[in-house]
Nanobody, 123 residues
Framework: QVQLVESGGGLVQAGGSLRLSCAAS????????MGWFRQPPGKEREIVAV????????YYVDSVKGRFTIFRDNGKKTVYLQMNSLKPEDTAIYYC????????????????WGQGTQVTVSS
């Protein structure tokens, strides 16, 4: 069965950096677009970034452009989210997800989800 396992979350001060990882198994990784979502306390889950299958194009929500970088290693079946210049409003549970849709930006586009990893940014 498909498994997505996130790691790398934690507590960091504003302006700091974290790198999240998501290791996948049970799927043909290179054939899936991989997304990172986040769910802040009391709010709905929202898209953060997507790395598309194929040429590896990427998509970012406006609020993280220039600060976050999503990239993938198809050989390791792992997707990463490098987060720099973190802000308190980045505090959330971060989830990785997999979809066969080329560019999925909605929760319902994704068939597989990880368990989430907590990121807390203190001011």
């Amino acid at each position: 069965q498909v498994q997505l396992v996130e790691s790398g979350g934690g507590l960091v001060q504003a302006g700091g950096s974290l790198r999240l990882s998501c290791a996948a198994s049970g799927l043909t990784f290179s054939g899936y677009s991989m997304g990172w979502f986040r769910q802040p306390p009391g709010k709905e889950r929202e898209i953060v970034a997507v790395t598309l299958w194929g040429a590896g194009s990427t998509y970012y929500v406006d609020s993280v452009k220039g600060r976050f970088t999503i990239f993938r290693d198809n050989g390791k079946k792992t997707v990463y989210l490098q987060m720099n210049s973190l802000k308190p409003e980045d505090t959330a549970i971060y989830y990785c997800a997999a979809t066969t849709k080329y560019l999925g930006t909605n929760y319902n586009d994704y068939a597989y989800w990880g368990q989430g990893t907590q990121v807390t940014v203190s001011s």
